[in-house]
């Protein structure tokens, strides 16, 4: 599977952060900001991405989603990414990357299978990361195949931290 579009949900301060350095990779990146706020749409637009409008013309467009935001969103997220994914026929990648729990991933990984998406329980630890950042790293058997004495296996990213918040938003 090739990905070249990738969907954020939602662009707020960590999908922000995720996406510029994801545009800054060469992807192309896309939120939903159907229903979002005033607060989030201004940080998608300062990040650069192009909204796709709503969760199934997302699906439509892109290869892989992330979604980063509130865990107590996740499930429901997830669950409007599995509709789209039936309704449309598209198979992507989705990736939750929020701090649930396992009996939830487990439950989000069954939905999206049946809908025909690819589900990875992923995980972002700490705050939207500063610059200079320290390396993601992928821990899979794959990875570390072929590593020679001195290296890091998987991808490195480096994700710097959103514009900060003027007083009284949010």
């Known amino acids: 599977m090739k990905i070249t579009h990738i969907g954020i949900v939602s662009p707020g301060d960590m999908g922000q952060a995720v996406a510029i350095r994801l545009r800054e990779a060469g992807f192309e990146i896309h939120p939903a900001l159907a ?3 005033a607060r989030t749409r201004a940080l ?5 991405i192009d909204d796709c409008g709503d969760v199934e013309a997302l699906a439509r467009r892109c290869d892989a989603i992330l979604s980063i935001l509130d ?3 996740a ?5 409007a990414v599995a509709g789209a994914v039936s309704r449309t026929g598209k198979r ?8 649930v729990a396992p009996a939830t991933k487990r439950t989000m990984d069954s939905t999206l299978r049946e809908a025909g998406a690819v589900f990875v ?3 972002i630890i700490g ?8 390396p993601v790293r992928a821990a899979a058997p794959r990875a570390a195949r072929g590593r020679r004495r001195g290296t890091r ?3 490195r990213a480096r994700v710097p931290s959103p514009r900060p918040r003027a007083s009284g938003s949010g």
């Open 35 to 37: 229903g979002r706020g």
């Open 44 to 48: 998608a637009a300062a990040a650069g």
């Open 71 to 73: 865990p107590g969103a």
């Open 75 to 79: 499930m429901a997220a997830a669950g």
């Open 92 to 99: 992507l990648l989705f990736a939750d990357c929020n701090a």
């Open 121 to 123: 329980d992923a995980a």
């Open 127 to 134: 705050p939207p990361p500063a610059e200079p950042s320290p």
């Open 153 to 155: 296996p998987g991808p």
